[in-house]
C-alpha cells in the first residue's frame, strides 16, 4: 500500500483529507514542516499533499527541500488562493501538480490518482484549479490536416442520418471532441450528449448505468434510476473507451442497438429510445476480434461509419495550427502579456513526437504560460525538458563531414556547435545544457575549457 503525508496546519483539511484517502493508503500527518521533515525521515512516503501557507516555515521551502533532499518523492501543493503566481512558482520548485481550496473529493482524488500512477517525471505537471476555475475547455476543432479535413467533411455528410459511429485514435487525439462534433452538427444537437466511460464502472454497476434499475432492483438501489441510453433519448450517447466493456455486457448492448429497446435492471417494461450511438477506443479492436474478446456482431453494429484520428506526429501540419489556437485562447483567459512563441520553439514542437498526442500539447502550453507568460517571447529554454531531449535536436547532418578537415577536427566541430546550441537554448545554464546534452556539468565544462568556447 503507498503511503501519503498530509501537510497541513489546519486540524479540518488534515481530517477530511485522511477520510477520502484512508481506505486505499497509508495515511500520515503533520501539522507543520518540522512534524513533516520528522516523519519523512523514519517513514516511506509516496505522496505529499502540501499546504502553501503555513506558520513558521512555509509550504513553498518545504518543497524546495523536499524536492532537493527526496527527487523521488510525488508532491501535490493545496493552496487557499487562487493565484497564477503561486501555482507557477510551485511547479517551479518542483511540485508535480497543484490544486486550490475549495476543492471537490473527486478533484482532490482525480489529482492524487494521476500523480501516484503517471512515471515518475519529476514537474511533469498537469495544472488543475478547484472548483469553476481555469480548466481550458476549447470546443473549436482545429487543424489543416488531411486526415482531418475529411473527418470533418465526413461529419457534415452523416448529419441528418442515424449511422453509428466509431472513432479510434491513440490518447489524446481528440476522440471525444469529435464525438460532440458529430452530435453538435446533426438534427438531433436540440437533444443531450450522454457520455459513458465503460471503463471507470465495475461489470455489475455498468448495466445499470447503461440502462437504469428499479427501485429495489438491488441492494443500494433505493430509487429508480433511468441509464445513460433512457437520458440520451432524442439525441445521443458516446460510449468512450468501448474495448473494456465485458463480454457478458457487450451481449446485453448488442441486444438493445439490434432491437432499440431495454429493460432496466429489476424490472419488467420497456423502454423504446431514439439514440445515435458514437464508440470509441485506443485499441485495436479488429485484433480483439481475434482473440475473442470482443463480440465480432457487435463490431460490425457499432462500425458502420468509422473515423480514424492518427497520432498527431503523422499530422504536424495541425501543430502550427494547433500552438496558435491554443496560445491565443490561454493567453486571453489568463489575460498575460506575453507577445509571441519565438519562430525556433515552434521548430522544436514541431519536431518533437508529441507521445500524449493534443493533450499534450495543450498542456505543455499552459503550463509554459502559466509559468513564463509575463515574459515577452516564450524562447525554447522555457519549453519542458523532454522536448528539448528529443531525439530529433540532436541530428547529425550530411555537410558536417566535410575533407578539408581531419576526422578530430569535425568531430571538435560537432560537438562545439552542440554545445553552443545547448548553450543557447538554456541562455547559458550549463546545468540544464549539460541535461540537455546528456551528460554531466562537470565533464561540460571540461569540453567547454577544452574547445575554448
Ligand atoms: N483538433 C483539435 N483542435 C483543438 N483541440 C483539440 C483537437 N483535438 C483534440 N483537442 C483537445 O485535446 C484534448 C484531448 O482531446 P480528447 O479528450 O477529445 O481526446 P481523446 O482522444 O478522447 O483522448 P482519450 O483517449 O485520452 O480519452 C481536449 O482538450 C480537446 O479539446
Ligand atoms: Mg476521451
Known amino acids: 500500500m503507498k503511503s501519503i503525508l498530509i501537510v497541513d496546519d489546519e486540524l479540518s483539511t488534515r481530517q477530511s483529507l485522511k477520510m477520502i484517502f484512508k481506505e486505499d493508503y497509508r495515511i500520515f500527518s503533520a501539522d507543520s514542516a518540522k512534524q513533516a521533515l520528522e516523519i519523512i525521515k523514519v517513514q516511506s512516503i509516496n505522496l505529499v499533499i502540501l499546504d502553501v501557507f503555513m506558520d513558521e516555515m512555509d509550504g513553498m521551502s518545504l518543497l524546495r527541500l523536499l524536492h532537493r533532499d527526496y527527487p523521488h518523492m510525488r508532491i501535490i501543493m493545496v493552496t487557499g488562493a487562487r ?13 508535480d501538480d497543484y490544486i486550490v481550496k475549495p476543492f471537490s473529493v473527486e478533484e482532490m482524488r482525480m489529482v492524487v490518482d494521476q500523480v501516484i500512477k503517471s512515471p515518475a517525471a519529476i514537474n511533469k505537471a498537469r495544472l488543475l484549479s478547484g472548483g469553476g476555475g481555469w480548466d481550458c475547455d476549447y470546443k473549436e476543432i482545429v487543424g489543416n490536416s488531411f486526415a482531418l479535413k475529411r473527418i470533418l467533411d465526413q461529419i457534415e455528410y452523416i448529419k441528418n442520418t442515424k449511422t453509428s459511429v466509431l472513432i479510434t485514435g491513440d490518447t489524446g487525439t481528440g476522440k471525444e471532441l469529435i464525438a460532440r462534433d458529430i452530435h453538435l452538427r446533426s438534427i438531433r444537437n436540440g437533444g443531450p450528449f450522454i457520455p459513458v466511460h465503460c471503463a471507470s464502472l465495475p461489470e455489475s454497476l455498468m448495466e445499470s448505468e447503461l440502462f437504469g434499475h428499479e427501485k429495489g432492483a438491488f441492494t443500494g438501489a433505493y430509487r429508480m434510476k433511468q441509464g445513460c441510453f433512457e437520458l440520451a433519448d432524442e439525441g445521443s450517447i458516446f460510449l468512450d473507451e468501448i474495448a473494456e466493456l465485458s463480454l457478458l455486457t457487450q451481449s446485453k448492448l448488442l441486444r438493445v442497438l439490434q432491437e432499440g429497446e431495454f429493460i432496466r435492471v429489476g424490472g419488467t417494461e420497456k423502454i423504446r429510445v ?10 485495436n479492436l479488429k485484433e480483439m476480434l481475434g482473440r475473442k474478446k470482443f463480440r465480432e456482431d457487435l463490431y460490425y453494429r457499432i462500425n458502420v461509419v468509422h473515423f480514424h484520428l492518427p497520432p498527431l506526429r503523422e499530422r ?8 496558435d489556437h491554443f496560445f491565443l485562447s490561454i493567453k486571453k483567459e489568463l489575460n498575460l502579456p506575453v507577445e509571441e512563441i519565438n519562430p525556433e520553439a515552434i521548430t522544436i514542437m514541431q519536431k518533437y513526437l508529441w507521445p500524449g498526442n493534443i493533450r499534450e500539447l495543450k498542456n505543455v502550453l499552459e503550463r509554459v504560460l502559466v509559468l513564463h507568460g509575463f515574459e515577452k517571447d516564450i524562447l525554447p529554454s522555457h519549453l519542458p525538458l523532454e522536448l528539448l531531449e528529443s531525439p530529433s535536436f540532436i541530428s547529425l547532418r550530411r555537410n558536417d563531414m566535410n575533407e578539408e578537415y581531419s576526422l578530430q577536427e569535425s568531430v571538435n566541430n560537432f560537438e562545439r556547435e552542440l554545445i553552443e546550441t545547448a548553450l543557447e537554448r538554456t541562455e547559458g545554464n550549463q546545468t540544464q545544457a ?5 551528460t554531466t556539468r562537470r565533464i561540460l565544462r571540461y569540453r567547454v575549457e577544452k574547445l575554448k568556447l
Open 434 to 438: 549539460a541535461r540537455l546534452l546528456n
Open 83 to 95: 493565484s497564477l503566481k503561486t501555482a507557477g512558482e510551485a511547479l517551479q520548485a518542483g511540485a
Open 316 to 323: 504536424s501540419e495541425d501543430i502550427p495550427y494547433l500552438i
Open 274 to 283: 431514439d439514440v445515435r450511438v458514437i464508440t470509441a477506443t485506443n485499441q
